[in-house]
């Protein structure tokens, strides 16, 4: 039963489209994250949400918008995509102040073309 | 700001113990991980230490924390090829409580 899914695994979209990413987590952990890994595998955060509010949002275009609709999901909206979106995003989920369990999704892979 | 630094490369035989190092600034984090990620594989936790910890061993894998150099390693015994891997250190975000990871260090385990 897998912990953290994210959907769809890979897309391939045209640059100027608006595309979204689900998460999905059944740990019952409180907060959720999107992490954004660049072609040289750097890994940054973007946002965290914890019971459904907003705890970080880093420096990202605002054509980015999360969404945690409850504490089990956190979706990513990306409008007008561009070639510099592309990338693995990966959702991740903890409890808020926990130490070991942070457990990451398998990730997206976003192709803008 | 916060910040973790590892070196980016490790090449080693079969066989021998791989040692890879990390960096850290934030000196109130309270935890620190390494994560394995195979080619086109998400993110594995192999292993994380509490702050107030030296060491801590789990089969093949030992890390070792320094808190005052705030300075971490992992070993691996007697590294096989599936260890192959980018690892990545990072260091749990006292404020706010998300992971900040180094650029990973890419093993390459020759036979």
């Known amino acids: 039963d897998t912990a953290v899914s994210q959907t769809p695994k890979y897309l391939v979209t045209q640059m100027g489209n608006d595309k979204s990413i689900k998460c999905e987590q059944n740990l019952g952990h409180d907060t959720m994250y999107w992490y954004k890994q660049d072609s040289k595998k750097f890994l940054k955060i973007m946002f965290s949400y914890n019971n459904k509010e907003l705890i970080i949002n880093e420096t990202v275009p605002n054509r980015f918008s999360p969404k945690s609709p409850d504490k089990a999901h956190l979706n990513l909206h990306i409008n007008s995509l561009e070639l510099g979106d592309s990338a693995v995003y990966f959702c991740?989920?903890?409890w808020g102040t926990g130490g070991g369990g942070y457990t990451f999704g398998s990730g997206t892979r976003l192709t803008v073309v | 700001g916060e910040d973790v630094e590892q070196s980016l490369f490790l090449s080693v035989r079969e066989g021998d113990s791989s040692v890879i190092n990390c960096t850290y600034t934030d000196s109130s984090s309270t935890y620190l991980y390494w994560y394995k990620q195979e080619p086109g594989a998400g993110l594995q936790l192999l292993t994380y230490?509490?702050?107030?910890?030296d060491m801590k061993q789990d089969q093949r894998l030992t890390v070792l924390l320094n808190k005052k150099d705030k300075h971490l390693s992992l070993r691996i015994a007697d590294t096989q090829t599936g260890d192959s891997a980018i690892y990545f250190c990072?260091?749990?975000?006292?404020?706010?409580?998300?992971?900040?990871f180094g650029k990973g260090t890419k093993l390459s385990v020759k036979p």
């Open positions: 230490i509490f702050s107030n910890m």
């Open positions: 991740a989920s903890s």
């Open positions: 990072a260091e749990k975000n006292s404020s706010q409580g998300n992971l900040i």
